[in-house]
């Protein structure tokens, strides 16, 4: 029913949840069985009820599904394209030809979730039927393992199949989706019933536009919805090699894996054999500088750092993996708690200057000096090997990194704001006391990593989940501020649609 791997001590050890019958034998002795109800999908062909859908990410996309499971019609709006045709959008980024500012590692069918790492769990057991969540995404084709596995993952080249067959379920039961069609405005969607249309019924919306669509935040508050500043988080994504991390995570400097047998002395292939059943290590780091909050975030085993900006004068970094996560290579957003008070002013929407101004930065600082510049600015990234940026070093050179568009040396220990850069500095100080060898010259950190969190909230009220300024509008997922990461955003989707299904 459930598996978790313990590395914390040196002695790893794997936790497994069996179901067994009345005498303790396992009931299944083939894990795992898909233990659950498959959903049930209706024809909204001709529904009775439609509700409007802004944006196709996890929220949007499984508010859809359960929109349909209850008989009401959903027409999602994705200012992105289709996932095949989104695809040949990221390679072209990737080789440095230019970026699509409307199809992206951000926007496009399957949202910022479709390119990711595909990590699926939530920090936070407290949202509603999260199981449900992986069910849905073990319908439509992801492995046995999201059922049962406590870090699910899914990996980048499975997830746009999985995407695809959750549109092809909501075209075939009737709902309808929109490519390339950014809402620019909610008055064409949005009749609210205190106006002229009083008394009539009010189509709803929900408003799942994820957390990079700056300019759609722009729109709201100039359309009067109400929005305002919560706190984020941003930094660098560090890459290390994956075989130090496999050391340092799974203790495997020393001949210390005690068997329960009592054998402390590793055999011949048992290290490569932990690897082979554990797979490549991951890690979850974190500290407090100077009040704030210093952590690893979004850490990818064996995977690829990636441009995840939407703006072309920006540079934005990411991380993603495949399924197998077998790159060489581990990286991790390593980022620092920004609160509302740091930021100068009362603009609901600072938060967002603020990382925009360190994209901006980060963009002209690794655009110098490779050669062969491309209209609108290679997509580069400015570097500095870790142990450097800590030491307030220059980096002669650079090792090895994923990044596919191209590092270039940098001085982040000099342009990244004190506020940020210093606490990053100290935090990997901490965090090697804690695996010594983690701060080292053969890792290499990249700027910047601005889009961890929202950086807005669009606030609603708890009962009704409709906007607190705007009846009929349901904000949800990331970019509404109550929602981080995959399963937590599809959590929210589903939660909105329950909502509204309950209104009927
Ligand atoms: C590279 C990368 C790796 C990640 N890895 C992981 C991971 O491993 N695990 C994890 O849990 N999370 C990961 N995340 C974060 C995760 O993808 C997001 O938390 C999640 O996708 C948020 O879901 P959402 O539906 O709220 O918004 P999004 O996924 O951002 O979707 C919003 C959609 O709305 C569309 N949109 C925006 N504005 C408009 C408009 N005006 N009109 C029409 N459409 C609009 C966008 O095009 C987009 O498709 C990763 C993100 C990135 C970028």
Sequence with gaps: MKR????RQRELKVHLTVLVDEKGKPIAKEAPIPLYTPPVFQNVHNAEREVVIIGA??????????????GIKPIIYERGKEVSERKRDIALLNRNEGLNPESNYCFGEGGAGTFSDGKLFSRSKKRGNMQRVMELFHFFGAPDTVLYEAHAHIGSDKLPTIIKNMR?????HGGEIHFETKVESLKPHLTSPQGEEKGKTVTPVILAIGHSAHDTYRMLAAEGVKLETKGFAMGVRAEHPQALINRLMYHLTKPHLTS?????????GEKEGVIKYLGNASYSLVTQVDGRG????CMCPGGHIVPAGSTADTCVVNGMSASHRNSPFANSGMVVQINPED????????GLEYQEALEREAFKQGQAPLNSPIEGGRSSAPAQRLRDFVEGKASKDLPKCSYLPGIVPS??????????GKRLQQGFRDFDKKYPGFLTNDAVILGVESRSSSAVRIPRDPETLQS??????????EGAGYAGGITSSALDGINAALKIADLA
Excluded: K, M
């Design 4 to 7: 978790s791997v313990d590395a």
């Design 57 to 70: 990410g996890p929220a949007g996309l499984f508010a859809a599904l359960t929109l349909i499971e209850h």
């Design 168 to 172: 092809e379920c909501i075209l075939s």
């Design 260 to 268: 329960p047998q009592g054998r402390n002395t590793p055999l011949e």
């Design 294 to 297: 210093v952590y690893s975030f």
């Design 343 to 350: 930021i100068p002013g009362d603009d609901p929407l600072r």
């Design 411 to 420: 001085r982040l220990d000099q342009w990244l704001p004190p506020h940020i």
């Design 468 to 477: 607190v300024s705007t009846p009929g509008l349901y904000p949800c997922g």
